[in-house]
């Protein structure tokens, strides 16, 4: 009856662990998608398993590139900077459904830009 019971508890603790909400695989891989507003181009990240985020914002208007460092919640919350050092803040959400969208701001070139932006996970 003892082991029934542990077999049981077992079996519960792994079926409870297993909730998509839990976890952040969904969100690994590439993103990708375009922003606008005081600037316009394109950007994309990388969401590794930890959760560390990477990547790039390329502007249509200087052809400069800026780079993204930060890091996403298991609930798909973005929160990173752009540059390096930091200039700017690239904050938003991803979701599970393969979409992404939020806010972007950069204090270089003088004066302050900002916009939004969006996107999605590439396909494998």
């Known amino acids: 009856m003892k082991k029934?019971?542990?077999?049981?508890?077992?079996?519960?603790?792994?079926?409870?662990c297993s909730k998509d909400e839990d976890t952040i695989y969904d969100f690994i891989g590439?993103?990708?998608?375009?922003?606008?507003?005081?600037?316009?181009?394109?950007w994309n990240i990388v969401v590794a398993t930890d959760g560390k985020v990477t990547g790039t914002m390329h502007s249509d208007q200087t052809n400069e590139n800026y780079y993204i460092s930060g890091h996403l919640t298991e609930s798909g919350d973005l929160a990173a900077s752009i540059g390096s050092p930091a200039d700017g803040e690239f904050k938003g959400s991803l979701t599970r459904e393969k979409t992404g969208s939020g806010g972007w701001t950069n204090s270089v070139p003088t004066p302050a830009i900002a916009g939004t932006w969006k996107g999605e996970k590439n396909s494998k």
């Open 4 to 16: 029934l019971f542990l077999l049981l508890l077992t079996a519960f603790l792994f079926i409870g």
């Open 30 to 42: 590439t993103w990708s998608g375009t922003y606008e507003g005081s600037d316009k181009g394109d």
